[in-house]
T-cell receptor, first 113, second 113 residues
């Protein structure tokens, strides 16, 4: 089955700096890669996703890049703000009716003033 | 905006007791998932439903866990008997069959004493 590895496990940045979180996956058939943000005690919420036919996707301060050859994808957050502090999870799946997500182990991002 | 509902939000039980969790997906979402999230880790799939049918329960410990979605709408996850190692957050998610995005509920935090 799919295996997703995520690094780093913790990340501390100063407000205004950029943050990068990296994930690798093992199943070359995976073609959908979402990122979820989970604040303490709250539900995971989708912040951005990318499909394998696209190399990069951007939404305001958040961007995701995908390298299918190397089987890795990354989350980039620019101009970080205190409200970006949370745990971020990457995931991978093969599209379809039976699609199921395999999650990484999470990155705890702390944005300090 | 429609959300996935779960209850109870918190559950404390003693080992060997039975517990049950309930999930009401977003209306019209035929695919429903139950995940277990151990503190500090990513969600791990327990069972996936397509309408009332189980699509994948390969990671469900069937000696003690059961799940049902009798009418293809809401779902119940049961543990009997509960063990200390079952302490975790149990998350429900749903999605439209033709879409990839999974929407998560707030979860049920289980503590087994």
């Amino acid at each position: 089955g799919e295996n997703v590895e995520q690094h780093p496990s913790t990340l501390s940045v100063q407000e205004g700096d950029s943050a990068v979180i990296k994930c690798t996956y093992s199943d070359s058939a995976s073609n959908y890669f979402p990122w979820y943000k989970q604040e303490l005690g709250k539900r995971p919420q989708l912040i951005i996703d990318i499909r394998s036919n696209v190399g990069e996707k951007k939404d305001q301060r958040i961007a995701v890049t995908l390298n299918k050859t190397a089987k890795h994808f990354s989350l980039h957050i620019t101009e970080t703000q205190p409200e970006d502090s949370a745990v971020y999870f990457c995931a991978a799946s093969v599209s379809g009716t039976a699609s199921k997500l395999t999650f990484g182990t999470g990155t705890r991002l702390q944005v300090t003033l | 905006e429609a959300e996935v509902a779960q209850s109870p939000r918190y559950k404390i039980t003693e080992k060997s007791q039975a517990v049950a969790f309930w999930c009401d997906p977003i209306s019209g979402h035929a695919t429903l998932y139950w995940y277990r999230q151990i503190l500090g880790q990513g969600p791990e799939l327990l069972v996936q439903f397509q309408d009332e049918s189980v699509v994948d329960d390969s990671q469900l410990p069937k000696d003690r866990f059961s799940a049902e979605r009798l009418k293809g709408v809401d779902s119940t996850l049961k543990i009997q008997p509960a063990e200390l190692g079952d302490s975790a957050m149990y998350l429900c998610a749903s999605r439209e069959t033709i879409q990839e995005t999974q929407y998560f509920g707030p979860g049920t935090r289980l503590l087994v004493l």
